[in-house]
């Protein structure tokens, strides 16, 4: 088992998928793309292999075909017997966001390395938690933040920090989607998964605080369908010296998902819209002709998961997102919640 001393490694890294779903569907599609990696079990209560192949799930980027994951693949029902599998190194938790804080911790707890799917909990209590058993585990902890890796949008990290275009003037999110159709019982109940501004929003809320840093205060307007959990959302992010920042979420749409950005720096527009496909980033530069970038890499899923084997491999924790990370967005998440409730402007707590 390799531990936050050890030594670099090539040896593959065994991963147990816990969680069979649409994401754990999509995690599992990026692993069988790295040479680094090798799933040896997969664990579900409900939905489980078939003679080495699990049925297809739709989403709402993309779906998925049936995939043969081999026969000789160990089949799991629930995590302890996930947990007393020595053969696996890190855990990889795509379960429903109540699970998160209590599966997280007793695979730290076990040795295991642990990669859990955002948000890390649904309040900052819990999540703290998380950080807490991370903090003495042997094991590294990384939650899944995929925008801080997806292509066309990491490379925003570089224009804000080295200033190719000037400084950022104002910057604006957008991430537009129906409620998700492929676990109804757990979207239709805000309990479960803290609405679209907790499930859905936090990926541009934990965006802007990559890019930003921690903003030092929010408003948020929004609209609430289930009990108190928020479904749309629109966060001004205040920061005393640094740009207009805002983002808007939704699980209101009628139509298919869409994802976005403009950025408005000194001397340059950089504006991002996946509905123009090949064509989504393009560049328009003062006094210059618009310009279409295309950035490398396939998609955030894969790149957030060779960052985290990376580590694993090298025996250095991952610095790209941290548990810290993960904690900072539930809270500023919290805070936008609080915010559409009240009617005003909420600082961020430590």
């Not at 090539?10 to 599609?29: D, S, Y």
């Not at 911790?105 to 890390?120: D, F």
């Not at 537009?176 to 809320?205: C, E, I, R």
């Not at 924790?317 to 919290?334: H, M, N, R, W």
Request: proline share 4%; glycine share 10%.
């Amino acid at each position: 088992m390799t531990n936050k001393a050890s030594r670099k490694s090539n040896r593959k890294v065994n991963v147990a998928v816990v969680g069979l779903g649409f994401m754990g569907v999509t995690h599992i599609k990026a692993y069988q793309q790295l040479k680094a990696a090798k799933i040896v079990a997969v664990c579900d209560s409900v939905r489980l292999p078939v003679n080495g192949v699990l049925a297809g799930i739709a989403g709402n980027i993309s779906g998925s075909g049936d995939l043969d994951l081999g026969r000789q693949l160990k089949v799991y029902r629930a995590l302890d017997e996930v947990l007393t599998d020595a053969e696996v190194d890190l855990v990889d938790l795509c379960v429903p966001t109540p699970l998160h804080p209590e599966q997280s911790i007793a695979a730290l707890k076990a040795g295991k390395h642990v990669l859990c799917e955002k948000p890390l909990a649904l309040s900052s209590a819990q999540a703290r938690k998380i950080v807490q058993a991370a903090q003495s585990a042997s094991g590294f902890f990384m939650p899944a933040m995929c925008m801080r890796f997806w292509p066309g949008w990491s490379c925003l990290k570089q224009v804000v920090e080295d200033e190719p275009y000037g400084k950022v003037q104002a910057a604006r999110f957008r991430r537009m989607s129906p409620t998700p159709g492929w676990s109804k019982a757990t979207y239709a109940s805000g309990n479960q998964t803290g609405g679209a501004l907790f499930d859905l929003h936090v990926h541009d809320t934990d965006f802007v605080q990559f890019l930003f840093g921690r903003p030092a205060s929010v408003f948020s307007t929004g609209v609430s369908r289930a009990g108190d959990s928020v479904d749309h959302v629109v966060t001004q992010y205040n920061y005393a010296s640094g740009p207009a920042v805002y983002a808007e979420g939704s699980w209101l749409l009628t139509g298919n998902f869409s994802m976005s950005y403009t950025v408005l720096c000194e001397r340059a527009t950089l504006d991002f819209d996946m509905a123009r496909g090949a064509e989504a980033l393009m560049v328009t530069e003062a006094g210059k002709k618009p310009r279409v970038v295309k950035p490398g890499g396939s998609d955030g899923y894969t790149g957030e998961i060779r960052h985290m084997l990376e580590a694993i491999q090298s025996g250095k924790a991952p610095k790209v997102v941290t548990a810290q990370d993960g904690l900072s967005a539930v809270q500023i998440c919290e805070a936008e919640a609080k915010s559409v409730k009240t009617g005003r402007v909420v600082a961020i707590g430590v």
